[in-house]
């Protein structure tokens, strides 16, 4: 991806992931004032709010930077699906499932908010997201993470039942326009 203005090129090791099987054990739940309620008509602003906020401690800068047009017609995409973890009558979490390719349903993105990070509500609500997944249908279920993402992150996803199929390294070249805080673990290029 090649950005016409000025950027911060970083390093980044980006695991791929996946699931063959569903998994068997007992779902853990949430919380019983939470629930997830999946948006049918999610609006750009709403997506923008939840990516942003669930994203910003993570380097989450790639939809960012598409446009409202793009992002209205992934939303609209019958093959793609967003899901809000609702606490207190507020958004926890989020988590967004794409099967457009037909192989397997991607876990495209999967996060808490800040204050909702060590509320003891990930391992219930990436089940949530788990389940959700195979319910599409599909002979698998992928995700992938990186290096910049929250430390629990990869491990989180291999107690979920998700195994590694490769790691990679990509150069990231992160607009300064975005403002956002790059982590100083990441190298520079």
């Known amino acids: 991806?090649?950005?016409?203005?000025?950027?911060?090129?970083?390093?980044?090791?980006?695991?791929?992931?996946?699931?063959?099987?569903?998994?068997?054990?007992?779902?853990?739940?949430?919380?019983?004032?939470?629930?997830?309620?999946?948006?049918?008509?999610?609006?750009?602003?709403?997506?923008?709010?939840?990516?942003?906020?669930?994203?910003?401690?993570?380097?989450?800068?790639?939809?960012?930077?598409a446009s409202d047009a793009e992002l209205a017609g992934l939303l609209a995409h019958p093959s793609v699906s967003l899901h809000v973890l609702m606490r207190d009558g507020e958004p926890a979490g989020f988590y967004e499932l794409d099967h457009?390719?037909?192989?397997?349903?991607n876990l495209s993105?999967?996060?808490?908010?800040?204050?909702?990070?060590?509320?003891?509500?990930?391992?219930?609500?990436?089940?949530?997201?788990?389940?959700?997944?195979?319910?599409?249908?599909?002979p698998a279920v992928t995700v992938n993470t990186c290096n910049a993402d929250h430390p629990r992150a990869l491990p989180g996803y291999l107690a979920a039942g998700f195994r590694k199929l490769r790691a990679i390294e990509e150069i990231w070249p992160v607009p300064l326009s975005l403002g956002m805080r790059i982590p100083a673990h990441l190298p520079r290029v």
């Open 1 to 65: 991806m090649e950005l016409s203005e000025p950027v911060q090129r970083l390093k980044v090791q980006v695991t791929f992931l996946r699931m063959d099987a569903p998994p068997t054990s007992p779902a853990a739940t949430l919380p019983g004032d939470a629930r997830v309620e999946r948006v049918r008509h999610c609006s750009v602003p709403f997506y923008r709010y939840l990516y942003n906020t669930v994203g910003e401690p993570w380097l989450w800068w790639m939809r960012r930077i």
């Open 100 to 105: 457009r390719a037909g192989q397997a349903a």
């Open 109 to 138: 993105y999967f996060g808490l908010v800040p204050w909702a990070i060590g509320t003891g509500m990930g391992a219930a609500f990436l089940r949530h997201a788990v389940d959700a997944a195979w319910h599409i249908g599909l």
